[in-house]
């Protein structure tokens, strides 16, 4: 890892995986970072609901620019879903808004029910959610009591597995794993598997395990961090998260000044990471129309 010290210096270039504490919200963690690595150019790639914990992807100075790439790939969480219960924010922050007893739901139901939220479906994201409405965040219009109707979005859930199921008079308890894509909101599954079985439901736990590679053995926190601040090298971060790419000093100096390349034999689906011959990340690439595109360029 590349150190940063607190003195007055150029911020290293990297990730950082933070696993963020209940109670901040995404922005706050940014803000812990920034002051721990002396810049402002920090950034996070997949936001994180105040009460959530676990993987949050930071980049600090050209890391930024990877962030956004990073944001799409594959997630993993670990939930509590409370049965009995819907609140207005799909969570245990909200208002309870409905009540129905879930004395009767079986395991067989609750597995049943969340198989069929499983694959390719269509969600409707939280009314509670940072998406953008007309110009406005939608948790804004919905604390003005104008809560917007949310367009459904196709979502993809790889695995949606049920664990331990308690009950507690009324209401029920379910463990869950779920895998998604990215834009996956957790709270409308919650919301969606109460739905389902005609009692209700919301979130009371969530934590995420896994953002593409990094997982939570990876990530550190605050307290870590504030001890011994430092980050994953650019290079490094790039390698571990897209298909690398070795260029040439002709093509490397290509890259560098936006040039296109004739694509790499086999393509790849995403982008893919193109190295000059020394180690240094030159440019994130991706295929097009038979061209090897810089997506991002990260040497001066």
């Known amino acids: 890892m590349t150190r940063a010290s607190h003195g007055r210096q150029v911020a290293a270039s ?12 995404s922005h706050d963690v940014v ?9 402002r150019r920090v950034g996070h790639a997949g936001t994180l609901d105040p009460m959530a914990t676990g993987v949050l992807v930071v980049g600090v100075e050209k890391a930024t620019r990877l962030l956004g790439h990073l944001a799409l790939t594959e997630k993993e969480y670990s939930a509590t879903i409370r049965l009995g219960q819907a609140t207005d924010t799909d969570d245990a922050e909200g208002e309870i808004i409905a009540q129905a007893s879930a004395a009767a739901v079986t395991r067989e139901a609750i597995e049943a029910a969340a198989a069929a939220l499983t694959g390719e479906i269509e969600q409707v994201p939280p009314g509670y959610s940072a998406i953008k409405v007309a110009g406005e965040r939608a948790y804004r219009l919905a604390r003005e009591g104008a809560a917007p109707e949310l367009a459904a979005r196709t979502v993809t859930v790889s695995s949606f597995t049920v664990g331990a199921v308690r009950a507690n008079g009324d ?3 379910a463990d869950a794993a779920v895998t998604c894509s990215s834009g996956t909101y957790i709270r409308a599954l919650a919301r969606d598997l109460g739905t389902a079985l005609g009692v209700g439901g919301h979130l009371t736990m969530l934590r995420r395990t896994r953002v593409g590679s990094y997982e939570i053995s990876h990530a550190r926190t ?6 011994s601040f430092a980050v994953i090298p650019l290079a490094d971060a790039a390698a571990s998260a897209f298909p690398r790419l070795a260029l040439t000093e002709d093509e490397a100096r290509t890259v560098a000044h936006g040039g296109r390349l004739r694509a790499w034999p086999g393509g790849a689906a995403g982008p893919i990471a193109a190295f000059a011959p020394d180690g240094s990340l030159i440019a994130l690439l991706i295929e097009e129309a038979g061209q090897a595109r810089p997506l991002a360029v990260f040497v001066p």
């Open 171 to 173: 209401l029920v308890d």
């Open 222 to 227: 605050l307290d870590q961090l504030t001890a």
């Open 14 to 25: 990297g990730l950082v995986i933070v696993d963020k504490p209940q109670g901040l919200t």
């Open 31 to 39: 803000g812990r970072v920034r002051r721990l690595a002396g810049t």
